[in-house]
């Protein structure tokens, strides 16, 4: 869960994100969150409100939750822009790294809809060839011009579809030619 908080005390938040987890690193994340119950999602919203409101926060802050039963946990809080959120950056209205600036800088907050339906990979370890990347329709590749080494996440990749079925087929092409060699 992802939301931004103004100097006013205004309050807008991204669409619920589902990540999945390999080896303790984030490599997947689609946006908004696919099968998520009314009342998960809501919950969600509420703890965030609650952490933004309490700690009188201004600025992005991301709250991992893991979803046990009926419940959610908390894993992690980051405040400050979050690697589960870099999809916003084609994915959303307004990205997250602008609703931060915004936010601190007493600016309105922009909006935080998705752009359709929207799935991130990171890049962790090795960076596949550019124009194989480049051939997936809608997708739009981020280097962090960081050295390769196992483990470490070295960019990502983020594609927007129409539907869900669009999604789950240029995700699956992505994951086909991201190597990452930490992770099998």
């Known amino acids: 869960m992802i939301a931004v908080r103004g100097r006013d005390g205004a309050l807008d938040f991204y669409p619920l994100v589902e990540n999945v987890h390999r080896n303790g690193i984030l490599h997947r994340s689609v946006a908004p969150a696919p099968g998520v119950a009314t009342?998960?999602?809501?919950?969600?919203?509420?703890?965030?409100?609650?952490?933004?409101?309490?700690?009188?926060?201004?600025?992005?802050?991301?709250?991992?939750?893991?979803?046990?039963?009926?419940?959610?946990?908390?894993?992690?809080?980051?405040?400050?822009?979050?690697?589960?959120?870099?999809?916003?950056?084609?994915?959303?209205?307004?990205?997250?790294?602008?609703?931060?600036?915004?936010?601190?800088?007493?600016?309105?907050?922009?909006?935080?809809?998705?752009?359709?339906?929207?799935?991130?990979?990171?890049?962790?370890?090795?960076?596949p060839d550019t124009a194989d990347v480049l051939a997936i329709p809608e997708a739009h590749l981020h280097l962090y011009g960081k050295g390769a080494r196992p483990g470490r996440k070295l960019g990502h990749i983020t594609v927007r579809a129409r539907d869900e079925g669009e999604l789950r087929e240029r995700l699956e092409r992505v994951e086909a030619i991201v190597r990452a060699p930490a992770l099998r």
Not at 44 to 68: N, P, R, S
Not at 98 to 125: K, S, Y
Request: a negative charge; zero cysteines; charged letters at 15%.
């Open 39 to 127: 009342t998960m999602r809501a919950r969600a919203y509420k703890y965030i409100t609650q952490l933004l409101e309490t700690l009188d926060y201004v600025g992005v802050l991301a709250l991992e939750l893991f979803q046990d039963g009926d419940a959610l946990l908390a894993n992690e809080m980051a405040p400050r822009v979050h690697n589960s959120g870099h999809w916003t950056i084609e994915g959303a209205a307004t990205s997250q790294f602008e609703n931060h600036l915004r936010a601190i800088l007493g600016l309105p907050l922009g909006a935080t809809h998705a752009l359709g339906e929207i799935g991130m990979v990171n890049l962790i370890g090795e960076v």
